[in-house]
């Protein structure tokens, strides 16, 4: 048990599909570790103590437009169809966002058709500034009126930075609509695992080729012979913080169980002013279950804990160069995923980045002799 093809750190979204793709589709062995005690990464799913399907580490919603990344993903688990809604508590009531012709009714008294709707906002943005950071992109999309109303306060609690400081990758996802679609995503598959996500990783990795070991940290099982490492946790971390610690921003998570059937009325109400938290989720929007008691999460963002969101800055892109550097001189280790290319990556992207880095593997590997 102490040799192995192939070491797989991280048991998250992107490392369960390298393993999974390097013990079928090159017949390598594969040990996968993971430091915490379960597998499914931030996506890891659970029953509290009330019989109440959670996300431990926030919700996390599937869409994609890939069709392979579905149809790969579909080996593992049947799905349920959810289409995510969100809220945002502004001035004291409940407005659609991302924005919307309704968002923009409630709160700039604006009405009219798509095309009045699309001129108005035209009229209030600022299309001309120099895009230097998140506060330039936003505001030459929207205007400095929804600006205030919805992303400042909210960046500053998130980030723990004002927008001003931000990369403009920060709000690349972020889009107005000037008709009533109040969905959150737009894209062509969007699902839940019917049985949860935990459930889908354990089909992932319920193979012969496939050992798995949690609560193990990769400096513990360094000497184990390998041909290779997939590394999929901090890239920083690898290189021993040799240019010192790249920057992240956690969560604090709150849940309570409540006697009732429905605590809000969307999955997700996010909270952009003046309350410490960020959002509250209802998971049982998301999962669907049926239950008489209702279970809500939530989120308060910190400086220290487990590293969730890379912090977009100038000052940190330059660093993490420097490690893809250092990264793109091993022959004998490669890096993917949120933490190891240090980028925020939704599920779906996190799946196609390390089916990627498969394919790209494999043309380089022979093929294993069946046993």
Not at 39 to 56: E, S
Not at 141 to 154: C, I, Q, T
Not at 344 to 350: G, H, S, T, V
Request: glycine share 6%; aromatic share 12%.
């Amino acid at each position: 048990m102490s040799t192995f093809d192939c070491l797989v750190v991280g048991a998250g979204f992107s490392g369960a599909v390298l393993a999974e793709r390097l013990a079928v589709g090159l017949q390598r062995t594969v040990l996968v570790i993971d430091r915490r005690d379960h597998l499914g990464g931030n996506a890891y799913d659970f029953f509290d103590d009330a019989g109440i399907l959670v996300h431990k580490y926030g919700p996390h919603i599937f869409h994609t437009n890939s069709k392979k990344v579905f149809d790969y993903l579909s080996q593992f688990t049947p799905w349920r169809h959810y289409e995510h809604r969100v809220k945002a508590w502004v001035d004291g009531r409940l407005v659609p966002f991302p924005i919307n012709s309704e968002t923009i009714r409630l709160l700039c008294g604006v009405t009219g058709t798509a095309d009045q709707i699309a001129n108005w906002l035209e009229s209030v943005a600022e299309p001309g500034r120099i895009i230097n950071n998140s506060e330039d992109a936003i505001v030459s999309k929207f205007g400095r009126h929804l600006f205030d109303k919805l992303f400042r306060s909210y960046t500053r609690k998130q980030w723990g930075l004002e927008a001003s400081q931000l990369s403009p990758c920060v709000t690349t996802r972020v889009s107005a609509r000037h008709n009533e679609d109040d969905r959150y995503f737009t894209d062509t598959y969007q699902v839940m695992p019917k049985d949860g996500y935990n459930r889908m990783f354990e089909k992932m990795l319920n193979h012969p080729n496939i050992t798995v070991s949690l609560n193990t940290r990769y400096k513990n099982v360094a000497q184990i012979q390998r041909t290779h490492t997939f590394y999929t946790g901090p890239i920083d971390e690898f290189f021993s913080y040799c240019f010192g610690r790249l920057p992240y921003r956690s969560m604090r998570f709150v849940r309570s169980t409540l006697d009732c059937e429905q605590f809000q009325p969307v999955g997700v109400v996010t909270y952009p002013n003046d309350e410490d938290y960020t959002r509250i989720t209802e998971f049982r929007h998301i999962t669907g279950q049926a239950h008489t008691k209702t279970s809500i999460m939530y989120e308060f963002p910190t400086a220290e804990g487990e590293p969730f969101y890379p912090v977009p800055t100038a000052e940190s892109a330059s660093t993490y160069k420097r490690y893809s550097e250092l990264a793109r001189k091993l022959t004998n280790a490669s890096f993917s995923g949120r933490l190891g290319s240090y980028q925020y990556l939704n599920m779906d992207q996190a799946v196609a980045q390390s089916l990627a880095l498969f394919d790209s593997h494999s043309k380089r590997q022979p093929m294993a002799s069946l046993s």
